[in-house]
């Protein structure tokens, strides 16, 4: 895939200095389920001033090209990490370090064990390796009843899910604003897309893969996350050969949207320079 199709295809943009006349790495911004790379807007810009910054859509979502998305392909997580793969190697980046919201630190650290040394770093903010209970040995923080109504309630009234969503994973009571701007996020996106991509998510389970993972990880939390409670944090620790983790000075599944100078200073004070 050429570059300008790769750009086309996920809406990929540039930020920061030149990759090719930097010596630092690239931090490649990857949204999670029911966003796009606007989600980001309040931290890119910080982090290019020292590094070079990717921002794309993955497939499907925001002004990624629509015409690509096969419903059959993408019911698992396993598509999109093909995605970054050919991204990152269409782009010919040395090495990047990705920054993953939620389901796209799964995701990353999939496409690393696709392509051994495909990153140098992976940065995920309140990731999970599965999202349901699986007692009694593991918290996920959701019932299977939970998802499913849930993704009912998408499939009947989009609307309704996403104003009841919006201001429970936002968790920040005092800024209601942003509560406001994620629900319209989610009222952007398209229903079936983001149906299908909610399912690829929580029914995702990638336990047994997580021993696999030599990439360093360095995992971003919150307290009071109702999508990724505490122990999932603990769990991913331990199952993880390579992890460190940081808990940030905010709340809620969306801390890059709240506290976005917090977030970005985690990052930079996290990122791993050398090869």
């Known amino acids: 895939m050429t570059p300008v199709n790769i750009t086309k295809r996920y809406n990929l943009r540039r930020l920061g200095p030149s990759a090719e006349h930097s010596n630092r790495p690239t931090l490649i911004l990857a949204h999670g389920f029911g966003c796009d790379q606007q989600i980001w807007s309040a931290v890119a ?22 015409s690509a998305y096969d419903p059959e392909r993408y019911t698992d997580l396993s598509a999109y990490a093909d995605d970054l793969v050919s991204l990152v ?12 919201h ?20 992976v940065i995920a903010i309140g990731p999970s390796p599965r999202y349901i209970n699986d007692p009694p040995a593991y918290v ?7 998802v499913e109504e849930m993704i009912d ?7 309704e899910w996403a104003g009841y969503l919006a201001p429970m994973v936002m968790s920040n009571g005092d800024l209601p604003a942003l509560a406001d701007e994620l629900r319209q996020t989610f009222l952007n996106a398209d229903p079936d897309i983001s149906r299908r991509f909610a399912q690829s998510t929580f029914m995702s389970d990638i336990r047994k893969d997580l ?25 991913l620790q331990q199952a993880l050969p390579n992890c460190a983790v940081r808990k940030l000075n905010a709340s809620g599944h969306y801390p890059h949207m709240s506290h976005p100078d917090e977030v970005a200073q985690a990052v930079l004070e996290g990122v791993l320079v050398a090869a």
């Open 153 to 159: 309630l998408m499939e009947r009234n989009h609307f």
């Open 211 to 235: 021993p696999n993972v030599t990439v360093p990880t360095l995992i971003l939390y919150c307290d009071e996350d109702v999508i990724v409670p505490t122990d999932v944090v603990t769990y």
């Open 45 to 66: 810009p910080i982090l290019a001033e020292e590094y070079p910054v990717v921002l794309f859509d993955h497939m499907g979502c925001g002004q990624s090209e629509r």
């Open 102 to 121: 939620s389901v796209s630190g799964a995701i990353g650290w999939l496409a690393s064990l696709k392509a051994p040394r495909l990153f140098r770093q």
């Open 140 to 146: 996920g923080g959701f019932e299977a009843r939970d």
């Open 89 to 100: 190697q269409s782009l010919e980046l040395e090495q990047p370090i990705l920054v993953g």
